[in-house]
């Protein structure tokens, strides 16, 4: 990764750390948590009042994205859902409600404040069939073909290594999964410089494909049934939109003998990327483990 990559991660890491501790000093005053974010563009106004008001007022708070992909993803009872970005995790305790007790939400963050909240709002919420991973959506900590549906909501066009995210994207679906996702994208008259012009990267403007370059990148990562729909402009030229697309039931991906991620196993190891997790196998070391596994969880 660059310096420029990594200083903008970075960026981006601390402005989701910081609207944690917000929302999480928040919850402690005598008024409760506010949103983390006024614009009407984004944030917890994007959701139904009667999803809202079923989950806790943190995890509400939370919300900074520019959608409400549990809308639109067509989520179905029993089935595997991954969040990309979940941060204070109300699209995972969605996600939950939707699949029911058979079952399971994943939220993936690489943020500690965002996953510890959202944590203690799975608590508050009862939800039993959701998971947090720490991770990278470059390098999702998951076994290959074990996700029915990828969600994502405003965290993609944060990414500077977006063709690597649809790749891992594609690697974690089984075949026949497929994707709903909101995020931010440009009108294809719009040059990089331009965008930029319009909002910074942290902003979820300057890094975000137009809709010719995220169907392209799509595309080389093998989805099909790509469908890219504006919903509301977040500034000029640029739109929030409701991106679909499925993984074909025949896959040109190798096959893996990785373990279903219902046994929180991954990579050979369990509590995935996480300070505690062991090896599968007592008698290998961690790294022996994720290398003999060869999956993306290998730091």
């Known amino acids: ?62 919300s900074l994205g520019c959608g409400n992909p549990t809308a639109v993803a067509e989520l179905r009872e029993g089935e595997s ?33 965002m996953l510890a909240l959202a944590l203690a709002n799975a608590e ?35 990414s500077t290594d977006k063709p690597t995210v649809f790749a891992e994207t594609f690697r974690v679906l089984r075949p026949g999964g497929r994707i709903g996702v909101s995020d931010v994208v440009a009108d294809d008259t719009l040059n990089a410089g331009q965008r930029a012009e319009r909002g910074d990267y942290v902003g979820c403007i300057a890094g975000a494909l137009s809709f010719a370059e995220y169907r392209r990148g799509l595309e080389a990562a093998g989805f099909t049934d790509i469908e890219i729909t504006p919903t509301h402009s977040v500034a000029d030229g640029m739109h929030s939109a409701v991106i679909r697309a499925a993984k074909p039931t025949t896959s040109t991906v190798p096959d893996t003998a990785a373990t279903s991620p219902a046994d929180d196993s991954c990579c050979g190891v369990t509590a995935c990327c996480t300070g505690a997790e062991p090896a599968a196998d007592p008698s290998i070391t961690v790294g022996t483990a994720k290398s003999a596994a060869g999956c993306a969880c290998r730091s």
């Open 1 to 62: 990764m660059s310096e420029q990559s990594t200083d903008l991660r970075e960026t981006v890491r601390r402005r989701y750390a910081a609207a944690a501790v917000k929302v999480t000093e928040g919850g402690t005053a005598c008024c409760g948590p506010q949103p983390v974010e006024a614009d009407e563009n984004f944030g917890s106004a994007l959701y139904a009042a009667d999803e809202r008001d079923a989950l806790p007022a943190e995890a509400v708070a939370a």
């Open 81 to 113: 859902v991954l969040d990309l970005g979940s941060g204070g995790g109300i699209d995972v305790l969605l996600s939950a409600r939707r699949v029911g007790p058979t079952g399971k939400a994943y939220g993936l963050d690489m943020t500690e404040e």
């Open 124 to 158: 508050k919420a009862g939800a039993t069939n959701v998971q947090f991973l720490k991770g990278t959506i470059e390098a999702i900590p998951l076994p290959a073909h074990t996700i029915d549906v990828v969600i994502s909501n405003c965290v993609i066009n944060l």
